[in-house]
């Protein structure tokens, strides 16, 4: 069993940054990829980045350039540092970590909102 729980999200003025953290806690040996998603009111949950185990990363077209995935040096945190936000960088963002048997653990969201 893998337990997430992300932290830092909050009010951003447009243009203005923010880093999301995951902490995973359990069987953590057995994550091999390690991700972040997000959900707009509305809308489908969208996938933002990816880590491996290995430290492939991936970024959705959608952030590339703009959020940087990494990794705490206990490999047992995620953290998404977000730049230069939109307002359609809106939404709840969800920690997400895969196993190799059975379905991907999900952190319980943290809400960001980029409002003047």
């Known amino acids: 069993q893998v337990a997430l729980v992300e932290s830092g999200g909050g009010l951003v003025q447009p243009g203005g940054s923010l880093r999301l953290s995951c902490a995973a806690s359990g069987t953590i040996f057995s994550i091999y990829v390690m991700g972040w998603y997000r959900q707009a009111l509305g809308r489908s949950r969208e996938l933002i980045a990816t880590?491996?185990?290995?430290?492939?990363?991936t970024y959705a077209d959608s952030v590339k350039g703009r959020f940087t995935i990494s990794r705490g040096d206990l490999k047992n945190t995620v953290y998404l540092q977000m730049s230069s936000l939109k307002p359609e960088d809106t939404a709840v963002y969800y920690c997400?970590?895969?196993?190799?048997?059975?379905?991907?653990?999900w952190g319980q969201g943290t809400q960001v909102t980029v409002s003047s």
């Open positions: 880590i491996t185990r290995g430290g492939d990363i």
């Open positions: 997400n970590a895969r196993v190799p048997v059975g379905p991907p653990y």
